[in-house]
């Protein structure tokens, strides 16, 4: 089976935010590969070791992305794909990350692609279904559990909630949820094994696109924090009085019961 | 300029879901005095559904009912608001960021090479320009963002924007569109039905949360209670799941689902940055724990130092006497 992972870097949950010139402050910010991603690249050594064939880690992203694709080789992909578009785009969307992608898969013989279900820095969740849909293979988003039989593929998926059983066929996108499978941390011979493995840097020209070609459709205007919240009051006294005196606030005070 | 703007609706157990509403207000906005179409997809009679969206604000509803839509997939969805996006022509394009409009949206923007900005919270109308605000990084900052070529195209987060007022007297056109839809790849086999029935945690205007704090199944009892009172619905943190206190369905936070209700009442709950990120735009919150260090405290409007299992039942009584006297 031929499987690819589409993988991307993006801040430690830890990191504190801070915004500077409307953009946000990445300097000196700890990256990691994106934890629903870590679903899909564990998902797809599972894949492989049941079905046998290769994984193939692609990320769009600059050079600073290769930190993330060597932890994806030493988790036990074969191989890694930097599409670094840094020198080439200035402004990106999902528009732009799939036309990047649709080029790059174009001479691929594809069985199986898998990804987050969403990236925790954006958050749109777009990417994966829209190159589904450029590719005209199947998707199945937000994927608990995936069996492949031969041509058939029976998935469960989180459904806010509820559990929806799928079925489908190969070639085939899905999207990783929480729950799909425990992503293993890179063992040490892992880790001396990934220096080896060979990771392919491509560029816009390599996939013979224009920057014109991947312009974005939407467009950034501003980015900022949240208002500080006040400090919240912590009730005092007798613990009965501080019941009263909480229904009382919130009945009257914010009006929301 | 006003502006044509369709609202794709949502049916769930036969009807509409409240994030519809919000939809049309939000398409309200962008349409600036231009025409609001709806659309509802199902299997069953939907002329019902279609004159509620009417009385909402829409101005007319197409509504396609066909036995292969019964189920939602994306590739039958797809095909059906296609047919009605050719027919249309809509300048804008809005749904509720919810799971089929995550999964059916990004379809459409592809097949259409248009942008689409999701999970919007806000909307701002300025002359020509519609500005879209949008939370990133896990709600700890925002973006906003506009459609620079081709359609606008918007998925809103539910509980975010206030729906028009209902007005019964509003009357517009339900008109029904037959369309053929064609070779679906992918086949839903079953739904097994996992989340309670009541209130939807996405949608719900208060909820209840235990951590740890809840120390086992049965430590969510008094939060069902309370939940019950106030017509909310219950939600856990990590924390509470990984412990299998309650399943995951009911999961807040970075992983699991990002909620934004009127109250949150978070009942021994330490407040680990992955939890604050599901909940922390809530508009008030309410934070109970025995920890007085614990860091949901930095979050909360109000707190309650102390134990969970005393102090629960007591705000339970204490609201029911309240809604008594009401």
Known sequence: MNIYVLMKKTFDTEEKIAVNNGKIEDDGAEFIINPYDEYAMEEAIKQREEHGGEVTVVTVGNEDSEKQLRTALAMGADKAVLINIEEDVEETDQFTTVKILEAFFDDKDVDLILAGNVAIDQASGQVGPRLAERLNIPYVTTITDLQIKGETVEIERDVEGDIEKVETTLPLLVTCQQGLNEPRYPSLPGIMKAKKKPLEELELDDLDLEEEDVEPKTKTIDVFLPPEKEAGRVLEGELDDQVKELVSLLNKESKVI | ?326
């Open chain 2, 1 to 326: 300029m006003s502006r044509k703007v369709l609202v794709i609706g949502e049916i769930k157990d036969a009807s509409l879901r409240n994030v519809t509403f919000e939809a049309i207000a939000a398409a309200q906005k962008i349409s600036n005095d231009g025409e609001i179409v709806g659309l509802i997809i199902g299997d069953k009679d939907l002329n019902e559904s279609g004159n509620t969206m009417i009385q909402y604000g829409a101005d007319r509803v197409i509504t396609i009912v066909n036995e292969q839509l019964k189920t939602y997939t994306s590739e039958g969805f797809a095909q059906a608001v296609m047919e009605v996006i050719e027919e249309e022509n809509p300048e804008a394009i809005i749904m509720g960021h919810t799971a089929i409009g995550k999964d059916l949206t990004p379809k459409l923007a592809s097949k259409l090479e248009s942008g689409l900005i999701s999970d919007v919270t806000d909307i701002e109308v300025t002359g020509d320009n519609v500005v879209f605000t949008r939370p990133i990084y896990s709600g700890k900052a925002f973006e906003k963002k506009i459609i620079s070529d081709g359609v606008i195209f918007a998925t809103i987060r539910p509980n975010n924007i206030t729906p028009l007022d209902k007005n019964e007297n509003r009357t517009g056109e339900v008109s029904s569109k037959d369309v053929t839809i064609k070779d679906l790849r992918t086949v839903i086999k079953d739904i097994i039905r996992k989340t309670s029935e009541g209130v939807d945690l996405s949608e719900a205007k208060v909820i209840i949360a235990g951590g740890r704090g809840v120390k086992s199944k049965e430590g969510f009892d008094p939060l069902n209670e309370l939940a019950k009172v106030l017509g909310g619905a219950v939600g856990a943190s990590r924390g509470a799941c990984d412990a299998d206190y309650c399943d995951y369905s009911l999961q807040i936070g970075q992983t699991g689902k990002v909620v934004t209700p009127d109250l949150y009442i978070a009942c021994g709950i330490s407040g680990a940055i992955q939890h604050l990120a599901g909940m922390s735009n809530s508009k008030v919150i309410v934070a109970i724990n025995k920890d007085p260090e614990a860091n949901i405290f930095n979050v909360a409007d109000y707190g309650i130092v102390g134990d969970l299992f005393e102090v629960v039942p007591k705000l339970t009584e204490e609201i029911k006497q309240l809604k008594v006297n009401a």
